[in-house]
C-alpha cells in the first residue's frame, strides 16, 4: 500500500470525541458552580458543615438534659470520663451551673443554628475557629459560640457576628 492508497478520511471518530470533550466540560462547569454557590451560601451552613453539626449536636444534648453528652462535645472529648482529672479547670459541676436550668438561658425548650462564620481576618492570618450563632427559646440575644477548627472544642465567642436573614 502507497502513500497515494490511503483509505478515505472519516470525521466521525473526531466529532465523537469533541462532542464528549463539550459535554464534560458543560457537566463540569455546572458542578463547579453548585459546589462554590453552595461554598459561599451566605449562613455558612455548607462552608462550616462540621461547626454547625457540632452546635446542633451540643444544644440537642442539652435540650435533653443529657449534660455528660454536652460536656463530652464541649471538650471534644467523648471518653472524658476515663480522665476526668484533666478538665478540672472547668469541671462538670460547673459545666451544668453554667448551661443547664439555672443559667441564663434557663431551660431549654427549643434552639435554631442560625449561622456560622469565620471572624474578619486580618492581613493573611486565618482564624483557628468559627463562630456559630444559636437562637435559643426564641431570644432576642443569640448565643455566640466559639468552635475550634482542629481540635472542635467549643467556648462562649468573643465575636459577635450579624446573620444574613434565611
Not at 32 to 56: D, E, K, M, Y
Request: net charge positive; charged share 20%; aromatic share 14%.
Amino acid at each position: 500500500m502507497g502513500l497515494l492508497d490511503a483509505p478515505e478520511y472519516d470525521p466521525g471518530p473526531a466529532e465523537r470525541r469533541w462532542r464528549i470533550a463539550k459535554i464534560s466540560i458543560g457537566v463540569g462547569g455546572t458542578l463547579l458552580l453548585v459546589f462554590l454557590s453552595f461554598w459561599f451560601w451566605p449562613n455558612g451552613r455548607f462552608r462550616h458543615w462540621r461547626q454547625w453539626s457540632i452546635a446542633t449536636d451540643f444544644f440537642a444534648a442539652l435540650q435533653q438534659k443529657d449534660f455528660d453528652t454536652a460536656y463530652a462535645l464541649y471538650n471534644a472529648a467523648p471518653d472524658w470520663k476515663q480522665h476526668p482529672e484533666k478538665y478540672n479547670q472547668y469541671p462538670l459541676p460547673q459545666f451544668t451551673l453554667d448551661w443547664g436550668p439555672s443559667s441564663d438561658i434557663g431551660v431549654l425548650n427549643s434552639f435554631r443554628v442560625d449561622c456560622a462564620k469565620e471572624p474578619e481576618s486580618k492581613g493573611s492570618v486565618s482564624s483557628s475557629g468559627v463562630i456559630v450563632v444559636v437562637t435559643v427559646n426564641d431570644r432576642s440575644e443569640p448565643a455566640y459560640l466559639w468552635i475550634e477548627k482542629k481540635s472542635r472544642t467549643i467556648t462562649t465567642s468573643p465575636y459577635k457576628v450579624i446573620c444574613h436573614p434565611r
